[in-house]
């Protein structure tokens, strides 16, 4: 069974690389044969070398016209965890070496629910925002990054714990935990090791006293 699984695999990737009009699709790339990706979408997504989507995986796009730039880019040695859903409606980036665990939510519109008189499948997506996971980040199981406006931007580096929720910014070599994410650990070049945020404030303090 493995074997099998492993030849369905190859043979989805290279029928989506041979037969979607992708805006890029590079070297090495594997995509679980039950990943979902719709051909019409394909030319707002961009594949990097060595990119990885494991089982189930869903990338979705708004469906309209795409610019000439692609809406979602998977950049070098992207692993994505099974189950995961990556939906973009503006631009969503995911820079090289990315690792996502399984469930994994990275989405930068929402449906809309303004009209509480109407069913929100028929009132459309909000505006959004964009979104940009920095390079050699890694989002724990069921971690979610949403952007309803704006720009939400992880640095390099970063690091989301299991089940938590992104709707802001972080700067690089951050750890961020929690609903909504906080942040935990920064690290300390300085001192070569990750420190909790309230140490590094009392270190401060107890500096300047």
């Not at 990556?86 to 690792?99: C, F, P, R, T, Y």
């Not at 270190?203 to 006293?209: A, F, G, M, P």
């Amino acid at each position: 069974m493995g074997y099998i699984d492993r030849l369905k695999t190859r043979l989805k990737t290279l029928w989506l690389k041979t037969s979607y009009p992708f805006h890029h699709f590079g070297k090495g790339v594997s995509i679980h044969h039950s990943c979902e990706i719709e051909k019409l979408d394909a030319p707002g997504i961009s594949v990097g070398d060595n990119v990885y989507l494991a089982s189930d995986v869903w990338l979705n796009l708004e469906v309209g016209e795409h610019s000439e730039k692609p809406t979602l880019l998977l950049g070098d040695g992207c692993k994505i965890g099974r189950r995961s859903v990556i939906s973009a409606k503006n631009h969503i980036l995911i820079e090289a070496d990315v690792l996502l665990a399984p469930s994994v939510l990275i989405m930068d519109h929402n449906h809309e629910y303004a009209n509480p008189d109407s069913p929100i499948h028929a009132q459309g997506t909000t505006a959004g925002g964009r979104i940009v996971i920095g390079r050699n980040s890694w989002l724990g199981y069921g971690a979610v990054v949403f952007c309803s406006r704006g720009k939400v931007e992880l640095g390099h580096n970063c690091v989301v714990g299991a089940h938590s929720v992104v709707t802001r910014s972080f700067p690089a070599n951050s750890v961020v935990a929690g609903n909504p994410a906080r942040l935990i650990k920064r690290f300390d070049r300085s001192l070569g090791e990750w420190v909790r945020c309230e140490e590094k404030s009392r270190k401060l303090s107890r500096e300047v006293s």
